[in-house]
């Protein structure tokens, strides 16, 4: 596993990765990489005063079979531009993102990145969203219904 900051993102240019086009209901056309890509978080929670509080400690990314991690919400958002330029990502060339637990990761997200077009069995339960316009996130728990003990 590799910090963010020293992987090689042109790696990911450079593996000639095929796409797949989908047409929206507005007859819009959107291209997709057809690359595995998953992201995790791991957590830390603690008490400040009576108030339960959480942060985020390390967060790591499957980009392609190839791994990162970073620390901060820096690393975040720099993993993000990376993937945004090397990939030429935007509203009409997307890159599918699974979360195992969306829900969870969701609750940092929400208020860190842009978040759009949430599909939801109830509150607080998304199955999947568009983030920052290129990025579409789905709950791989949801889709699979597999617990992380099967």
């Known amino acids: ?6 992987f090689d993102f042109d790696i990911l240019k450079n593996s000639n990765l095929q796409t797949v086009t989908t047409r929206t209901k507005d007859n819009q056309y959107i291209e997709y990489y057809n690359a595995p890509f998953a992201f995790d978080i ?8 009576e108030n339960k509080r959480a942060c985020m400690y390390i967060f790591m990314f499957a980009l392609n079979g190839n791994y990162v991690y970073g620390r901060t919400w820096a ?5 993000l531009n990376k993937l945004k330029e090397v990939l030429q990502l935007n509203e009409y060339r997307r890159i599918i993102i699974y979360i195992h637990n969306l829900g969870y990761e969701f609750q940092f997200l929400i208020g860190h ?6 599909f939801a069995r109830n509150a607080r339960h998304p199955i999947k969203c ?15 219904q597999l617990t992380r003990s099967t």
């Open 130 to 144: 568009t983030m920052n316009e290129c990025f579409d996130l789905k709950c791989s728990l949801m889709l699979f």
């Open 1 to 6: 596993m590799i910090n963010v900051n020293d």
């Open 42 to 49: 791991e957590t830390s929670s603690f008490y400040e005063d």
């Open 75 to 79: 690393d975040f958002d720099f993993t």
């Open 113 to 118: 990145e842009r978040l759009k077009d949430v």
